[in-house]
């Protein structure tokens, strides 16, 4: 189980911080990923680590702004994110990877989140 924290309504060059809670199942041993969701458009991967956070993985459109990081110890993985823009609007959701690495592909989480909104103004 998977619970996302953190959306919210920022102006555009300003910052949030995402938060994922996992449950003891679904967390230290797996890769994780964040994805998000733009109204009328496909699921697309944003940023991924491994279960030691030792490899992660960007999209080319949030490298350099964004940054994914993860707490074992805490269950949990964050997203940060900087510089925001506009087109980064959407609904973020976090995944579980079905291995211990992280991947840009959908079909390599098994476990989702419920999603958590983020709108960047102009």
């Known amino acids: 189980q998977l619970v996302e924290f953190g959306g919210g309504l920022v102006q555009a060059g300003g910052s949030l911080r995402l938060s994922c809670t996992a449950s003891r199942r679904t967390s230290s041993n797996n890769g994780m990923g964040w994805f998000r969701q733009a109204p009328g458009k496909e699921r697309e991967f944003v940023a991924g680590i491994s279960w030691n956070g030792g490899i992660t993985l960007y999209s080319d459109s949030v490298k350099g702004r964004f940054t994914i990081s993860r707490d074992n110890a805490m269950n949990t993985v964050y997203l940060l994110m900087n510089s925001l823009k506009p087109e980064d609007t959407a609904v973020y959701y976090c995944?579980?990877?079905?291995?211990?690495?992280?991947?840009?592909?959908?079909?390599?989480?098994?476990?989702w989140g419920q999603g958590t909104e983020v709108t960047v103004s102009s």
């Open positions: 995944a579980a990877a079905r291995s211990s690495v992280s991947s840009s592909s959908r079909s390599s989480y098994q476990y």
